[in-house]
């Protein structure tokens, strides 16, 4: 008797799972399995009650409802349609110098792109890896770039229309010829082995689409010295710090605004929204680094802009991906110019499209200060280029901290277009941290009304004399403040401590500019502005 009343489910297990696929299936047996557990209990209750009526309303009820709720329960189910290995070899020679594209054929319907590269020795041998999609591997800046991971090769990386791994960009996965980019950037020894694992997937239920939700552009229009940290990195390339912890750790270091400076990808630049809370202003960039040479800048540039790097000095390409810069609103910086003092001694870039230069890159050391002679020396021949500073900070270690140093911007506003405007011009000076200002103005000795400040520009005449002004705020014991000119040292205040106020006069004959240095007793730099310029 009670087998007789258990066949409806049956019937409905039978009917339901004939037009499914096998996953499908699984799902709406367990369902199912649910359901005659629940009928089996519910009869048991209604033959206690004695009643039969309440019985059959409940189990029609299940009966109903049972397969929906298995349809809703259903978890996502994916079949991996494609799967390879492929393994290579690279030698010492190779080093930054080859790239290697390995063609992905995707089929109609992908909805994941996966993949992981890995080598031998990983802790001595790294492997960057990069994708471009069907739209093609051309230069850019119109090609499928979907994003490269410098530095961090052995990242599993997951792409779909969602989402993507940081370093990468979301969007749909296109049938068509993909290619997978490798670049071996660091070889210990006589070279290594490496593989390439890619899976494509195609998903079960539609995904949604990817919004993309950059920063604020605007926080206000009032004019003032604005605090940032012009070059900083993240989990988007060989950065530790998640998007979030960088704000934080900016916000908590006194700064106004941040430029996100990822290598060779600007991924991170279409989320920074996601985190913003308007109490920072986070403006976008990408740090380029071509092959062999020296790294440079685009900062301020709108998100979706991004900078191809995949080209040499001698090729003279450079200038096209400068205007590109240009147009996209930024500015091009030239980064710690002397820093890779093994491998790259001059700036081989021409400096012409460039609007700056970091001439203070982490804590002060001495290709810092080779840096600071360079842009000095350009200085004198009339070449102006601002001179910035920037921690580049990539994790928490003595040699990368947040705003360590720091541009200081006398800005319209904060927002991206008087921080972009007020770098322009120079009317900026560096600092090696939140604690420390330094002003400079300089006024014609009868008339101190009118003055020009860090960036612009005091015109004379001939006979004029020169008051210096120059405002310090926070600095260390023993501080010098150097007066420096086109003509060299012009002055030195010794024993400077705390907050001061320094006067100096100097006659207006020969100077084209002034500029002053803060440093410590040890000669390390505290600030640096960029000068006053003095036109006759
Ligand atoms: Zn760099
Ligand atoms: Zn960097």
Not at 165 to 185: D, F, Q
Not at 331 to 355: A, M, S, W
Not at 389 to 401: L, P, T
């Amino acid at each position: 008797m009670r087998k007789k009343k258990l066949q409806p489910a049956k019937f409905l297990l039978a009917i339901s799972s004939v037009p499914c696929t096998l996953n499908y299936m699984i799902e709406l047996h367990i369902s199912s399995v649910m359901y005659i557990v629940s009928v089996t209990f519910i009869k048991e209750l209604a033959m206690e009650k004695k009643s039969f009526k309440l019985f059959y309303r409940i189990s029609l009820s299940l009966l109903i409802f049972s397969p929906v709720c298995g349809l809703w329960a259903q978890p996502v189910q994916s079949d991996k349609v494609w799967d390879t290995l492929i393994t290579g070899h690279f030698i010492k020679d190779d080093v930054r110098r080859k790239i290697v594209y390995i063609p992905i054929n995707v089929p109609e319907g992908i909805t994941a792109f996966n993949m992981q590269a890995t080598v031998t020795d990983s802790t001595n041998n790294v492997l960057d890896i990069g994708l471009f999609d069907e739209r093609g591997i051309e230069l850019g800046p119109v090609n499928g770039f979907r994003g490269w991971a410098g530095g961090v090769s052995s990242k599993q990386v997951h792409i779909t229309k969602q989402d993507a791994t940081p370093s990468y960009l979301p969007g749909v996965i296109n049938k068509g010829a993909w290619n997978v980019m490798l670049v071996p950037t660091s070889i210990k020894k006589e070279g290594y082995d490496w593989q390439l694992k890619v899976s494509l997937e195609r998903t079960a239920d539609p995904l949604k689409s990817f919004i993309a939700k950059p920063s604020r552009e605007w926080i206000n229009n009032k004019q003032s010295w604005y605090r940032g940290d012009l070059h900083l990195h993240d989990v988007n390339s060989d950065g530790v710090y998640t998007q979030a912890k960088l704000i934080e750790y900016s916000k908590a270091a006194g700064l106004d605004f941040m430029i996100s400076s990822n290598h060779n990808t600007n991924s991170a630049n279409f989320s920074w929204g996601r985190y913003d809370d308007s109490s920072i202003l986070i403006l976008n960039g990408e740090e380029i680094t071509p092959f062999q040479e020296n790294h440079w800048n685009a900062i301020g540039i709108n998100p979706e802009t991004w900078i191809e790097w995949r080209y040499t000095a001698a090729s003279g390409m450079v200038n096209k991906y400068q205007e590109q810069v240009k147009l996209a609103g930024g500015l091009c910086v030239i980064n710690h110019p002397y820093y890779e003092k093994d491998t790259i001694v001059d700036f081989r870039f021409p400096v012409e499209g460039f609007d700056a230069i970091e001439v203070w890159n982490g804590p002060w050391e001495s290709y810092d200060e080779n840096a600071v002679v360079w842009w000095n020396g350009m200085l004198k021949k009339g070449v102006v280029k601002a001179a910035i500073g920037a921690s580049d900070s990539h994790r928490a270690d003595s040699k990368s901290i947040i705003a360590h140093p720091q541009t200081v911007v006398n800005a319209k506003g904060l927002n991206r277009y008087a921080i972009i405007d007020g770098i322009r011009k120079g009317r900026c000076y560096i600092a090696e941290n939140s604690n420390i200002s330094l002003g400079l103005k300089i006024s014609k000795s009868h008339s101190k009304k009118l003055f020009a400040s860090i960036g612009d520009t005091l015109s004379v005449d001939k006979g004029d004399k020169l008051s210096v002004l120059c405002n310090v705020k926070g600095v260390a014991d023993s501080s010098m403040v150097i007066l420096i000119s086109n003509n060299g040292i012009e002055h030195v205040f010794s024993n400077v401590k705390g907050n001061a106020v320094l006067k100096f006069k100097i006659a207006a004959k020969g100077i084209q500019y002034i500029r002053a240095e803060v440093r410590k007793i040890d000669r390390s730099m505290q600030a640096l502005t960029n000068p006053v310029w003095i036109v006759e």
